[in-house]
């Protein structure tokens, strides 16, 4: 039997290993930290209590199999009993319970040393996970370059310089080849002057004028250089694109990692050559505000978490060629944000407005914050599903007192869906950062399960544009696992069959995936899943929409990325045109 001591010690230890493991490689939540420390503490008083090295009894049999107690005074007494407990067989048992149990050994220093030493080295690795990044690396000194939105015509390009020795920077562009130096001479863009920490010192430049489907590479006065490719003529040309969100650097964690390495970025850039990918959606949680600990709730608290991850040493590499398109989501503000424009919104919004909307395509009429474009075969609708929605549990989900969009944001979603597009167009997305959904059951009341008279007037709309033979798809994140599933019309003959919506909901790119299920259907609501996968820490979808002549139907081909390697992939088509 143990005693209380040795109780108190083996469970101390046991719950600081568990929760260290858990927060260190699953799930790196704010919670867990103070309880692993407290557990740090436990653990040394109860050691302290059990560490009896003069004066503990070490029972074994002599060699007439009477039992015997010695307690051990000095080294010369510790090596007889270990001696001893060898040939008894009970040493492998004093190192299980030492090392596994957390347990003094009172025959080896250095079993102890060892197993007090795990435990310390544990929490120091928390404090490592949330401390170094914020107090070695906040990347203040960070010059970078990157390009957002690319129509057929435009480019917007992001320039960051904080040098004082770079007070003015000058970006030129001219025509490229893949693979072949350009003998075409630099066009001159113009010069970016006063950069300063009103923007903390970004600015957006738009390079106008250019040909439809053509590679450009462009290059800084302060040597950032890159390229790009200018979309296809509307309704021509095919299209491939990435899509996934929320990041978190160095996670799961590694000691010998860099603490703002980013694994995800590196499976997208080996897939950059292969696959060709005109841009990369990403659909929120760019930055984790408050995961594992937030420090603060000013704009360079938030800043900041913006520049540690374009800091990456990986970014250049999914950056250079790959331009990225954003929406926001709760963690670029706070936890299931649904308190409109109240602190700490307007903190949060300041650095993805210089970082991200800036280089975003154009927003829709006079909003801030949804986007809209349009890119060969398909056409883009971006929501913000923060800034507007009521909040998440001051309704019953079925009520029409609760919008996730506002009635301005509903009402250009909906004419977007009942615009005819150009000949060619053949597809249109919307791009949700959270699902639309409602298979995901663990705080369903953050996605559109929450909100679900608007999104049965969204879906309506849906099915009339797919029954005039466009196809409809939905691109969400948020749920650090992937689901796909289709959304059918009801049967009352309103609708055809084939107007079914299909979901794609992806993520995350570098970030924790659920230990327990939480995704599945339920009798009656109609929303078959066709793949869940709920495992792994890197996951991205690629989505290429084939060319096809006028007339036929039109081809898309989703593949599932996890951990680098393609794991599912599906194909669908238009839906033959039963409206004009």
Avoid at 150 to 163: F, G, H
Wanted: glycine letters at 6%; charged letters at 20%.
């Amino acid at each position: 039997m143990f005693s209380f001591s040795e109780l108190g010690t083996i469970v101390s230890s046991s719950g600081l290993r568990f929760l260290a493991y858990v927060f260190l490689r699953w799930i790196p939540g704010h919670q867990a930290p103070p309880l692993i420390f407290l557990s740090l503490i436990s653990y040394l008083a109860f050691l302290t209590l059990n560490w009896r090295s003069d004066d503990q009894p070490i029972q074994f049999r002599d060699q007439d199999g009477k039992v015997k107690a010695i307690r051990s005074k000095d080294a010369e007494a510790r090596a007889k009993i270990k001696r001893r407990l060898e040939v008894d067989g009970r040493l492998h048992s004093q190192m299980f319970r030492c090392l596994l149990l957390g347990l003094p050994s009172h025959v080896s220093i250095l079993l102890t040393s060892v197993t007090v030493g795990i435990n310390i080295l544990l929490c120091l690795f928390v404090v490592d996970l949330i401390h170094r990044p914020r107090l070695f690396y906040k990347s203040s000194g960070l010059s970078f370059a990157r390009v957002g939105y690319v129509s057929d015509s435009t480019a917007n390009i992001l320039i960051r310089e904080p040098s004082p020795l770079q007070p003015t920077v000058h970006l030129w562009y001219r025509t490229a080849s893949e693979g072949i130096e350009s003998q075409d001479a630099w066009k001159s863009v113009g010069k970016i002057e006063f950069l300063s920490n009103d923007t903390d010192y970004t600015s957006a430049v738009t390079i106008s004028d250019l040909v439809p489907a053509t590679r450009y590479e462009y290059t800084f006065s302060n040597d950032h250089t890159g390229s790009f490719v200018t979309a296809p003529p509307q309704g021509t040309g095919k299209l491939t694109f990435f899509a996934s969100s929320c990041i978190k650097a160095n996670f799961p964690y590694n000691p010998f990692s860099h603490p703002l390495s980013i694994t995800g970025f590196r499976h997208v850039a080996n897939l950059i050559p292969s696959l060709h990918p005109s841009f990369m959606l990403f659909l929120g949680d760019f930055i984790y505000i408050d995961v594992p600990k937030r420090f603060g709730f000013d704009v360079e608290d938030y800043r900041q978490q913006y520049r540690q991850v374009y800091a990456s040493k990986e970014f250049p590499a999914v950056s250079q060629s790959l331009p990225w398109i954003h929406v926001i989501d709760d963690h670029d503000i706070a936890n299931d944000w649904d308190n409109g424009l109240a602190d700490p919104y307007p903190a949060a919004i300041d650095p993805w407005n210089h970082y991200h909307k800036s280089v975003n395509p154009p927003t829709v009429g006079n909003s801030t914050s949804y986007f809209t474009f349009t890119h060969g075969p398909a056409s883009f609708f971006l929501l913000d599903t923060r800034r507007y929605r009521t909040p998440n549990y001051s309704f019953p989900p079925n009520s029409p007192l609760k919008s996730m969009l506002g009635p301005t944001q509903l009402s250009s979603l909906l004419s977007f869906l009942s615009d005819r597009d150009p000949p060619g167009v053949r597809w249109k997305f919307v791009i949700s950062s959270v699902p639309f959904t409602r298979n995901w059951r663990i705080n369903s009341a953050d996605t559109w399960a929450g909100f679900l008279h608007e999104r049965n007037i969204i879906l309506a709309a849906m099915w009339d544009a797919s029954a005039r033979g466009v196809g409809v798809v939905i691109i969400s994140g948020d749920r650090h696992e992937f689901g796909a599933q289709t959304f059918p019309p009801p049967n009352d003959g309103e609708w055809p069959s084939s107007a079914t919506v299909h979901e794609f909901s992806c993520s995350p790119l570098n970030q924790f995936y659920l230990p327990t299920r939480s995704y599945w259907e339920a009798p009656g609501e109609n929303e078959p899943s066709l793949k869940y996968v709920p495992d792994g820490n890197s996951k991205f979808g690629a989505i290429e929409i084939e060319s096809v002549d006028y007339g036929e139907q039109g081809v898309l081909r989703y593949r599932l990325y996890v951990d680098g390697l393609e794991s599912w992939q599906y194909v669908l088509t238009t839906p033959p045109a039963h409206r004009d």
